[in-house]
């Protein structure tokens, strides 16, 4: 028999719990992600990272003797249809939390049920499922630390390997298939549409210097992360210049990396030589699923406060504006603007940063800001963007909703040097440490402008 695995943001054939149950429930397994141009739209830098890791599964899947076949279109509508071409009995694909996800997951499940094909959603995207912890009052946990030690209190589990596959044989009985044109490796088997011709589409105005998408590129990165940059993470995480953070968050974000995996090998280095970095590295794997587990629970997250707060927020365009394009005249937090647009990522410390400057300084409602984060970050999703900006704004789960950043006192401390200024903001790159983070004190800077806003 014959089993179809979908493919979402879970882009890997190691440790994918979805990709394992599939192989294992049926003869041959047909591979497929299905493009929609939804959620291709939101971001160009996600699409192109996209393309990439898309390329890399195809080849993974083919070297276990599978195949990656692409549709273009309702991931839920495709999906039953690609089932019914190949004679899937089971569709098997990873559960989410977004709430556009659920609706997509409520869609298939209709399609699914009219067609009697099982369908089977797995663990993946975190390390605990959303839900699988739960407070002794109340449906979720609201607060990090008893979250966080109830996470740390689980075993961890060994990663599951890559299953070995055969591809589908083509239905020679259904007439639809029969009239597809063989796929784009010249092997016959279910249609696959160009991806490279419709992504192409949503890729334009992507940033120049984007890291490469794919679990190759990603398992790479993380036996580098594990073996050189964990030790030094504890005391290096919040140097601006240093950029001694893993860089694995896209790689999260797409599935090409296990976020178990990684946990597994992390835990066990917590009693090794890298033990301290470890130790913190670990506690962020549970910030991550804390926010999946808050945004299960709340999914208006995206654009409702999670804790109402009475904030007289302003509307003001051209503020925001100079914000975006990394123009506001406070250079700590036009670097991270401009590292932002540049890169498709930017420091956590420059995240905190330059959202703290826009909601607490410009007093500009947060959902701007996240729509922003949203349209440029390669790691951007719902549950981290959501949760973390209503945390900065005072609207999530800080325990201290009033606390404000003072963005030179944060430059002095996490840029004393002026060098992540100077990487990312040329204008001021003369300057003396001394006046880096206040340029405006020795006089204007040619083609820099002067503060938006008196910092007090
Ligand atoms: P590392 O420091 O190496 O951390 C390892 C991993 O832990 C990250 O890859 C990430 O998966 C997780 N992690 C680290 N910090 C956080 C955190 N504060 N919250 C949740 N998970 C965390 N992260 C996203 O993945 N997607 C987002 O859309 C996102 N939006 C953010 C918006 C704002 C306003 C802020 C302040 C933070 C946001 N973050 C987001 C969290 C954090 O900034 C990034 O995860 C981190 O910078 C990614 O770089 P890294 O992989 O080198 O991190």
Redesign the pocket.
């Known amino acids: 028999d014959t089993a179809l695995m979908l493919f979402t943001r879970d882009l890997r054939t190691h440790d994918n719990p979805a990709l394992a149950a599939a192989a294992s429930a049926a003869d041959r397994v047909v591979c497929a992600f299905v493009l929609d141009d939804t959620l291709l739209a939101l971001s160009p830098n996600r699409a192109r990272f996209l393309l990439g890791a898309l390329t890399d599964l195809r080849g993974r899947l083919e070297s276990l003797g599978g195949g990656l076949v692409l549709r273009h279109g309702d991931p839920a509508a495709e999906a039953v249809k690609l089932a019914r071409e190949t004679g899937a009995t089971g569709v098997f694909f990873s559960e989410d939390v977004s709430s556009y996800a659920s609706r997509r997951r409520a869609r298939l499940q209709e399609a699914c049920r009219k067609e009697r094909i099982e369908l089977s959603g797995h663990e993946g995207l975190t390390v605990v499922p959303p839900g699988a912890l739960r407070p002794a009052s109340g449906d979720h946990y609201r607060i990090f630390s008893p979250y966080g030690r109830a996470w740390l209190g689980q075993a961890r589990r060994d990663p599951l390997p890559p299953p070995k596959l055969r591809p589908p044989n083509q239905r020679a009985s259904d007439s639809r298939a029969a009239k597809q044109p063989p796929s784009s490796s010249g092997k016959s088997g279910p249609h696959s549409v160009n991806a490279e011709r419709v992504i192409g589409r949503f890729t334009r105005g992507a940033s120049p210097d984007l890291p490469k998408g794919g679990e190759t590129e990603g398992r790479a990165r993380m036996r580098d992360w594990l073996a050189g940059g964990l030790s030094g993470y504890a005391d290096g ?1 919040d140097d601006l210049a240093g950029d001694s ?5 896209a790689y ?2 797409f599935g090409c990396v296990s976020p178990s995996e990684l946990a597994t090998a992390v835990t066990r280095e917590t009693h090794g030589r890298s033990a301290e970095g470890a130790e913190a ?1 670990i506690r ?2 549970a ?2 699923d804390f ?1 999946y587990q808050l945004a299960a629970a709340f999914p208006e997250l995206g654009w409702k406060d999670y804790r109402p707060r009475n904030t007289s927020w302003v509307e003001d365009r051209d503020a925001l504006d100079a914000w975006r394009e990394g123009r506001t005249g406070v250079p700590i937090v036009d670097a991270g603007m401009r590292q932002l647009r540049a890169e498709g ?4 410390r420059a ?2 940063i330059t ?1 703290s400057f826009l909601t607490r300084n410009l007093r500009v409602h947060w959902r701007h ?1 996240l729509a922003h ?1 949203a349209g440029l ?1 390669v ?3 719902l549950p ?2 959501a ?3 209503q945390r ?1 704004a005072g609207t999530g789960n800080d325990t201290r909703p009033n606390q404000v950043m003072n963005p030179l006192r944060q430059a002095e401390r996490f840029d004393a040097r002026g060098e992540y200024v100077r990487r990312y903001v040329p204008e001021l790159a003369d300057l003396d440490t001394r006046d880096i983070h206040t340029p405006w004190e020795t006089g204007p800077v040619p083609g820099y402008p002067p503060p938006i806003v008196e910092l007090a």
């Open positions: 995480r953070t893993s860089r694995l968050s999260l974000r590295y962020q794997l910030w991550r926010h990522w930017m420091h956590n995240r905190l959202a800001g984060f970050l790691d951007g999703d981290n963007n949760a973390n900006w900065v």
